[in-house]
């Protein structure tokens, strides 16, 4: 019985899909200006996971990711690059898309624009302002009434009074409330535009997914997600916006994934402790970054460092050497660490809880190698349950003696040496043995000896 934590009531509910059987999930992507950061990575982890497990549940998920696509950042740096805007979006959506396949990140089913979407935005618009929940300001915006929305601050828990005394003095004057916000934008020069009744101009943040979400999935749907950091305002705003709009309930349940720390302090260009997905790609294998991700409850604070890494690198090394000499078949799976792994899951998708249930099961494979039936049974479940979590996927020796780089000794090289060392050991001349264990090991390649006088050897990651 799966239960998600509702940011809305702050409490793990049991998920009851609207329709039986068919889940509509939103998840608030990434605004394309430049290229994906840690951060993203974990809401893209996060919700692939989250997805991945629906449909092993069996569910018919359709999943939307947008797009964003023009706001004010992505102006800015297109002027100052001196690039049409559009140029600059594609290049960072295709880099966003080489660094999800990197990461085993699936495809969303759907994955709307918020440039492709301005027919829906104008028309929601025109409905709060037929509703008299927007007007259109003194400098020519439209903007959104937030005191005429009921239970405003209901997602963030934020009070309204609390908020209005909170704002700043020197306010936007072309509003009638300092709380109010942006719906559509007038046209300034050299900024792109689109046609609208109010005039050229292009759609404010918050109205985008609005409109995208209720497009792709309809005016009321089960699961919105995205980072904590968009609770408020973005998050609060969209509901104001739907449920204005339709009249409707907009969304049952609200998941918002934790932070992303960089050694205890909070991630900032600022800090200097800002990481993007293809710096750390530099350093470590895409599969260990999901790993790490994974280690850690989603609502949970993620603290990103290199000794973290190296954690979750030795921890899939674990993994995998479980998997090597075994082989996969098409047989059915240990129910008992099947159940232990599903409960982890449907408890608020308890990534964490569930990775342990894989190494208990790696453990046991380990210690019954020799009883090939029992083994081959541990093998297939723990790459089954793996792939829930998108982990595991590869061929074990693939993994073990991949990531050598283009400094690192060359597959047959390694050879070379642990056959020189296999000759060392006939001649019982240990001391060369020993000499070239040692310099493989030098070079982050670690040699085993095994049952049968077999020697196998896996890169340190």
Known sequence: MLKIYNTLTRSKEIFKPRVEGKVGLYVCGMTVYDYCHIGHARVMVVFDTVARYFRYCEYDLTYVRNVTDIDDKIIQR?????????????????????????????????????????NEIIVMIEALIKKDLAYVGTNGDVFYAVAKFAGYGKLSGKNIEDLQAGERVGIDNAKKDPMDFVLWKMAKSNEPSWDSPWGKGRPGWHIECSAMSTCCLGNH??????GMDLQFPHHENEIAQSEGATGEKFVNLWMHNGFVRVDEEKMSKSLGNF?????VLKKYRPEIIRFFILSSQYRSPLNYSDEQLDDAGAALTRLYTALRDVEIKEIPGNAEYIQ???????????TPVAVAVLFDLARELNSKKADTGKAEVLAVTLKQLAGVLGILQDDPETFLQGGGGEEGLSEDEINQYIQSR????????????????????AQSVIVEDVAGGATVWRREN
């Open 340 to 350: 232990r792994f599903e409960e982890a899951m449907d408890d608020d998708f308890n």
């Open 422 to 441: 296999v000759e060392a050991k006939k001649n019982k001349d240990w001391a060369k043995a020993d000499e070239i264990r040692d310099l493989l090991k």
């Open 78 to 118: 297109a002027n100052e690059k001196g690039e049409d805007f559009l140029a600059l979006t594609e290049r960072f959506i295709d880099a966003m898309h080489e660094d999800e396949r990197a990461l085993s990140v699936l495809p969303p089913d759907i994955e709307p624009k918020a440039t492709q979407s301005m």
């Open 275 to 279: 990481f993007t997905v293809r710096e």
């Open 221 to 226: 749907f089960d699961i919105h997600g995205g």
